[in-house]
């Protein structure tokens, strides 16, 4: 757990529809703010429950120096620091931890965007490189036909085994095809290693 920052706070509850006590704890990595009902119950990991920071927004009111909200997961929950210095470190911790959160997920998605741009990449050399190996294995099955000892067991092995690699990386190539469509990218990363004896 990496801790930005700890400390007490009095938490708005509508079960007894007033402000509660609580010791929140802000794991930065994680992007939670946990809570338990004192200090001793955060050491012994009794925590009362947690808000996910992921899209959150935070809010200061306008009433006093101390209150602020918390917007996650579609609903808002009202906090109370003990001052305004208080207040203006957990909403800055806050911002940070989100700010943290959404620029990670940005890198995410460029990530896959580049993955997938390599995935169209591979896709393509690979349907270039399989119209070339059977052009070149259809003229040298033509030779075969046309050659003195066409039908001599070792060339007929010899062309059924070149058939069966066709149809093999044909098939290599559908499922290479699949995989875009569905964006299993992991599942298609390892297609292209088997793919490189092409070049």
């Not at 402000?19 to 929140?24: K, L, N």
């Not at 009362?48 to 917007?71: H, M, N, P, V, Y």
Request: glycine share 6%; proline share 1%; aromatic share 10%.
């Amino acid at each position: 757990m990496a801790v930005k920052l700890e400390g007490p706070l009095t938490k708005w509850t509508n079960v007894v529809q007033g402000w509660q006590y609580r010791w929140f704890v802000l794991d930065d990595n994680a992007g939670l703010l946990s809570y338990y009902t004192s200090k001793e119950k955060m050491v012994r990991g009794a925590r009362r429950g947690c808000l996910r920071l992921k899209g959150a927004q935070t809010g200061i009111s306008d009433e006093d120096d101390s209150t602020f909200t918390l917007t996650c997961d579609h609903r808002t929950f009202h906090f109370q620091a003990h001052d305004k210095d208080e207040r203006i470190k957990w909403v800055q911790s806050l911002e940070a931890t989100i700010k943290k959160l959404a620029n990670s997920q940005s890198v995410g998605n460029t990530n896959d965007a580049s993955i997938e741009e390599e995935l169209n990449g591979k896709l393509l050399e690979a349907e270039a490189y399989f119209r070339i190996l059977t052009q070149q294995i259809k003229k040298l099955e033509l030779q075969i036909d046309h050659s003195v000892n066409a039908k001599c067991e070792r060339n007929l092995l010899f062309k059924d085994s070149l058939t069966q690699m066709i149809e093999t990386i044909g098939q290599a190539i559908e499922l290479l095809r699949a995989a875009k469509v569905f964006k299993n990218i992991n599942y298609s990363e390892t297609i292209f290693d088997w793919l490189n004896f092409l070049k």
